[in-house]
């Protein structure tokens, strides 16, 4: 079946200090992927998509990279602010659009 | 209007009352969705509509029952719940048969007392 597997958590950064969260997809076809960002007492957020191979999402200068050969969108900043601080979901749709399968959740934690 | 509103943000229950959560939304969206999700966890699915009509629905406790009365509203009506129930609950809407993401809502966070 379809699955996501993301980097566990937590991740603790410095201000202004690069960012990586890795993310690895299990799918059939061509699945659309998504990252997903929940700040602390609210839902989630869409960050960024990509819906086709070699496609590059970003927003709010985070980006990833959708790797069919390596069947990875790992989530990349290159300077982090506390403001960033919360949780990222990497998640995926299938082809056929079942339904939106999500990774566990990686908690971003940056100190100033 | 590009929002998934829910009501109300915070319910406390005991396990005999009867109460219902409410989404809504304006985007013209013929796909919505209800998950559950426990503090540290992802979200997990309970329940998709699609066009009105119960397309999913992942062995969710009859204790829950969704409701969809047209295209722009999702109900989802709680009954007996169990204090293991308490979550955050979140609706999520799409087109149809999105490639391209779902909007949430800002949740429902639940406790059954």
């Known amino acids: 079946g379809n699955s996501v597997t993301q980097m566990e958590g937590p991740v603790t950064l410095s201000e202004e200090a690069f960012l990586t969260i890795n993310c690895t997809y299990t799918?059939?076809?061509?699945?659309?992927l998504f990252w997903y960002v929940q700040y602390p007492g609210e839902g989630l957020q869409l960050l960024l998509k990509?819906?086709?191979?070699?496609d590059k999402g970003s927003n709010k200068g985070f980006e990833a990279t959708y790797r069919k050969e390596t069947t990875s969108f790992h989530l990349e900043k290159g300077s982090v602010q506390v403001s960033d601080s919360a949780v990222y979901f990497c998640?995926?749709?299938?082809?056929?659009?079942?339904?939106?399968?999500f990774g566990k959740g990686t908690t971003l934690s940056v100190s100033s | 209007d590009t929002e998934v509103t829910q009501t109300p943000k915070h319910l406390v229950m005991g396990m005999t009352n009867k109460k219902s959560l409410k989404c809504e939304q304006h985007?013209?969206?013929?796909?919505m969705y209800w998950y559950k999700q426990k503090a540290k966890k992802p979200p997990e699915l309970m329940f998709v509509?699609?066009?009105?009509?119960?397309?999913i629905n992942e062995s969710v406790p009859s204790r829950f029952s969704p409701e969809c009365p047209n295209s722009s509203l999702l109900n989802l009506h709680l009954h007996a719940l169990q204090p293991e129930d308490s979550a955050l609950y979140l609706c999520?809407?799409?087109?149809?048969?999105?490639?391209?993401?779902?909007?949430f809502g800002s949740g429902t966070r639940l406790t059954v007392v």
């Open positions: 985007m013209g969206h013929r796909a």
């Open positions: 998640a995926l749709i299938d082809q056929a659009g079942t339904a939106l399968i």
């Open positions: 999520a809407s799409s087109r149809r048969t999105d490639l391209y993401g779902y909007t």
């Open positions: 990509a819906t086709k191979a070699d």
């Open positions: 509509y699609s066009y009105e009509k119960l397309s």
């Open positions: 799918a059939t076809g061509y699945p659309s």
